[in-house]
């Protein structure tokens, strides 16, 4: 190997190699514009301005499209999706949790929380009854959502188990859990919990529930 100013050529290449790849310091000396401009004063904005950069963050991380409204505390899993037709709005401190969609109009109540996974979705998005056009062009919700768009309401307090289907064009009163895996087609009474496929009432969460309302309602309005 041949030997070029003492070192070994190798080395040589391997040293100027290291050299170009390393960042020049640069020196601020009595530079004022070049010392304001390395320390940086952090910008005051405003709360509003903060809400609405977390939303957008919320936007850009997880797949929110449409008219959807969104209340403070909003907490999203991975890979969630939320579209509306129309109208979708979520109230304060609800989770949804990830690989969950919801494509419906309608509401999602204070304080509920939705597992991984669950679906609530149109019962109708595509007009399966439209003749000579084949399913996959047949009239979309997107399209026509006055004709094609059922809205759901879930209200508040409400636990959507892991799994769970919800089809549109119904209510879940508040406080009412839906177990894991169930299909719910039908409205679901205050307070009750319902399991199966599809979904049915097999059993009551509170025994007095107006006590648990109250101190809901005492949440709520001190926010």
């Known amino acids: ?86 109208s979708l709005k979520i109230a304060n401190d609800v989770h949804i949790g990830a690989g969950s969609t919801v494509e419906v109009d309608g509401s999602i109540g204070y304080g509920t929380l939705i597992a991984n996974s669950v679906g609530i979705v149109g019962r109708r998005d595509h007009d399966f009854r439209a003749i000579g056009v084949h399913i996959r062009k047949a009239p979309w919700v997107g399209d026509q959502p006055e004709r094609l768009s059922n809205p759901v309401c879930i209200g508040r307090d409400v636990w959507i188990g892991y799994g769970a289907i919800v089809l549109s064009g119904l209510t879940i009163g508040d406080s009412a859990v839906i177990s894991a895996g169930a299909v719910v087609t039908t409205d679901v009474r205050a307070n009750t919990v319902v399991a199966g496929c599809p979904a049915r009432e097999v059993g009551t969460r509170f025994e007095d529930p107006i006590l648990h309302w109250k101190r809901l309602d005492e949440i709520e309005e001190a926010e």
Not at 16 to 34: A, E, L, M, W
Not at 66 to 78: D, E, F, M, Q, Y
């Open 1 to 86: 190997m041949g030997l070029e100013g003492g070192l070994p050529l190798v080395s040589r290449i391997r040293e100027s190699r290291f050299k170009s790849s390393v960042p020049q310091s640069r020196s601020i000396g009595n530079d004022h514009d070049s010392l304001l401009g390395a320390m940086r004063m952090p910008k005051w904005i405003t709360l509003d301005e903060l809400r609405f950069r977390r939303v957008q963050r919320l936007r850009r991380r997880n797949s929110i499209r449409g008219p959807v409204k969104i209340g403070s505390n909003l907490s999203l899993g991975a890979n969630v999706k939320i579209w509306a037709p129309n």
